[in-house]
C-alpha cells in the first residue's frame, strides 16, 4: 500500500499545483496528518483513512461537472492502483461523505468516513480555518465584510456552492456549526480549541472594524 500513497501524493499534488482556493496541495496534506491523529486514537483503518484523506478533494464535485463525473474521476485512478476491491470500495464509502456542501452531505456510516470527515473538517477551523476562509472569499469574489449583510440561514446546496456572501458571513454559514458536527470524540476534541480561536478572532475584528482597537 506504500507505493499507492505514494502514487496518491503525486496525483493530488499535479491535480491542485494552481489551486488559489484553500484547496491546494497543503491542505490535503494537513487533512492526511488530521486523520491519522484521529484514526490512531479511534483504532481505524490507518491505510484507507490515508488514502482517502489524500484523494477526498480530486472528485469534489465543486471542481467537476457533477458528482457522478468526480466520483468516475477519483474511481478511473483507483482502479489504475495495486489495492484490493474492498479496500477501493472503503476509500470512496470515506470519500463520498465528506464534503461540507452546505450540509447537505450524506453522514458517514464507518469509522473511516468519520475520522476523514473530521480532519477536513477540522483544517476549516482555527488559525488556518481563517486563513482559508479569507482565501476562499478573495478568489469567489466575495467581500471581506458588509455589516448590513446578514448570514444566510437557510440555503439549498446550490445556494451555498454559488450564492454570493461574505467572508465573515462564512463564519456564521459554516465554520462555528463543525465542530457541534464532529464524529469522533477525538475530532470533536481537537476541534474545540479551534472554535474557540474562531469566536476570539471574531471579537477581535468586530473591535478593530467599530475602531475600538
Known amino acids: 500500500m506504500s507505493e499507492v500513497i505514494i ?75 495495486s489495492i484490493t476491491r474492498d479496500d477501493k470500495i472503503k476509500v470512496m464509502e470515506a470519500i463520498d461523505t465528506v464534503s461540507f456542501k452546505g450540509g447537505f452531505n450524506r453522514p458517514p456510516e464507518h469509522i473511516e468516513g468519520k475520522v476523514v470527515q473530521d480532519a477536513d473538517r477540522l483544517d476549516a477551523l482555527g488559525a488556518i480555518g481563517v486563513a482559508r476562509c479569507f482565501m476562499f472569499a478573495g478568489n ?10 446578514k448570514p444566510r440561514e437557510e440555503m439549498t446546496k446550490e445556494d451555498y456552492r454559488n450564492g454570493e456572501s461574505t467572508a465573515i458571513n462564512h463564519f456564521y454559514e459554516k465554520l462555528l456549526t463543525l465542530t457541534s458536527s464532529m464524529k469522533t470524540k477525538t475530532g470533536y476534541k481537537m476541534a474545540e480549541e479551534r472554535h474557540a480561536f474562531l469566536k476570539t478572532f471574531l471579537d477581535q475584528f468586530y473591535e478593530e472594524w467599530s475602531g475600538k482597537k
Not at 496541495?25 to 483513512?49: F, P, S
Not at 469567489?140 to 449583510?149: L, R
Request: glycine share 4%; with cysteine.
Open 140 to 149: 469567489k469574489g466575495d467581500a471581506m465584510h458588509i455589516p448590513d449583510k
Open 7 to 81: 502514487n496518491a501524493e503525486k496525483w493530488v499534488k499535479s491535480l491542485f499545483a494552481s489551486d488559489t482556493t484553500g484547496h491546494d496541495w497543503y491542505h490535503t496534506d494537513r487533512v492526511r496528518k488530521n486523520a491519522l491523529t484521529i484514526a490512531r486514537q479511534e483504532n481505524a483503518d490507518l491505510i484507507i483513512c490515508e488514502l482517502a484523506a489524500l484523494l477526498h478533494d480530486a472528485g469534489d464535485d465543486k471542481f467537476h461537472n457533477s458528482e457522478e463525473a468526480g466520483r468516475l474521476f477519483v474511481m478511473q485512478w483507483l482502479e489504475k492502483q
